[in-house]
Structure formats: structure tokens, C-alpha cells
């Protein structure tokens, strides 16, 4: 009986200058962002990669485009601060 792969792991950046608490993240992946406070914005840069789907999608929410994914052994996306 054939199995499913077991889901790869992944990683994810957010650029926090670019991104303006928008919360459409909080609300598509809500185990892996969430607020403290009014406005910061925390998440699990290494999330359970059963929640990839979730992930995508408030990648995809994202009005700003703030969210980068990264396979486990890629280097880190760069955000706008590290691109040249």
C-alpha cells in the first residue's frame, strides 16, 4: 500500500519593515503567526511542516508580499534589508 511522503520541513522570513500588521497571516496560519500587543508580529520561523499549505496561503494573503519561504537546508530567503 503506497504511503505519502512525510512532508519536507521548511523555513520562512518575514521582512517586518515591509510588513504593515495587515494580520491576513494571523488569520490563514493562525499556529504559526500571531500578534503581541497591538502590532508585533511574531512567528515560527521553522514551523511544523504539516502546516506548509496554511503558510502558503497567507503567503499568498499577504497584501504587502512580506512572507518568504526557504526549504530547511536553504540558506535563509533574504529580505529587502540583505538584498543588494
Known amino acids: 500500500m503506497p504511503t505519502d511522503p512525510p ?3 521548511f523555513r520562512l522570513v518575514v521582512d517586518l519593515n515591509r510588513c504593515q500588521s495587515y494580520g491576513q497571516c494571523v488569520y490563514a496560519a493562525p499556529t504559526v503567526f500571531r500578534f503581541h500587543g497591538e502590532e ?3 512567528y515560527d ?3 511544523d511542516p504539516r502546516t506548509r499549505r496554511e ?3 497567507a503567503a499568498a494573503a499577504c ?3 512580506a512572507i518568504l519561504l526557504g526549504g530547511a537546508t536553504e540558506p535563509a530567503p533574504l529580505t529587502s534589508e540583505g538584498a543588494q
Open 45 to 47: 520561523y521553522a514551523p
Open 40 to 42: 508585533a508580529l511574531e
Open 55 to 57: 503558510v502558503e496561503r
Open 63 to 65: 497584501p504587502v508580499q
Open 7 to 9: 512532508p519536507e520541513e
